[in-house]
């Protein structure tokens, strides 16, 4: 069974723009979360998506959004990047929004220049 | 808020030594899972071992094993005879079972050298 896959693995913008990264989860997986990475502060939680619903959120601002498709494929936008949004971004997957255990994506390397 | 802590930044260990890294966790929740995950260079988390709140036995897999202990909020992870392959971040982190919301928290991490 294929892992979590994560598109595209490195990208570079610059501030004021927006991005668009892909997550596609493990086949049958319908929980998709999304997690970000910074030496500063860490992992953070950013959003959970389950049947192409939002069921979490964390502490970031609105310009970081998502959605789920019906085939549980996940998007997550960041709008008007600002240079602070220079991070790993993780992906990860679980069979349903109860289940425990967590697959994580190799991740979305994103550089704000 | 559920804080996850790991006190040591960076460890080492000697090649077919045995280490153990450190957590401590603060919740007021009953139920919730632990987890360690390792982060190797190529980034991509890891699943190493999981425990269960509610279980009273120690969670193992192969050559890694936990020591839950509740009441002290502490979940530390012991590897043994330590491979090459074991240099990596070492993430500790907290879910609950009570709210249903699947996010996970995470400490800071311990770097882990192997020394061949």
């Known amino acids: 069974k294929a892992g979590v896959t994560q598109t595209p693995r490195y990208l570079i913008k610059t501030r004021g723009q927006q991005v668009t990264l892909s997550c596609s989860p493990i086949s049958g997986h319908r929980s998709v979360s999304w997690y970000q990475q910074t030496p500063g502060q860490g992992l953070q939680f950013l959003f959970e998506y389950f049947s192409e619903t939002q069921r979490n959120k964390g502490n970031f601002p609105g310009r970081f959004s998502g959605r789920q498709f019906s085939n549980s494929r996940s998007e997550m936008n960041v709008s008007t990047l600002e240079l602070g949004d220079s991070a790993l971004y993780l992906c990860a997957s679980s069979l349903d929004s109860y289940a425990y255990e967590q697959y994580f994506g190799p991740g979305t390397r994103l550089t704000v220049t | 808020a559920q804080t996850v802590t790991q006190s040591q930044p960076e460890m080492s260990v000697q090649e077919a030594e045995t280490v153990t890294l450190s957590c401590t966790y603060d919740?007021?929740?009953?139920?919730?899972?632990l987890f360690w995950y390792k982060q190797p260079p190529s980034r991509q988390m890891i699943l190493v071992i999981r425990q269960e709140a509610y279980k009273q036995q120690n969670a193992t897999e192969n050559r890694f094993s936990v020591n839950f202990q509740k009441a002290a909020k502490s979940f530390s992870l012991k590897i043994s005879d330590s491979q090459l392959g074991d240099a990596a971040m070492y993430f500790c982190?907290?879910?609950?079972?009570?709210?249903?919301?699947?996010?996970?928290?995470f400490g800071t991490g311990t770097r882990l050298t192997v020394i061949p």
């Open positions: 919740t007021s929740e009953s139920d919730y899972y």
């Open positions: 982190a907290y879910r609950s079972a009570v709210t249903g919301a699947n996010n996970l928290f």
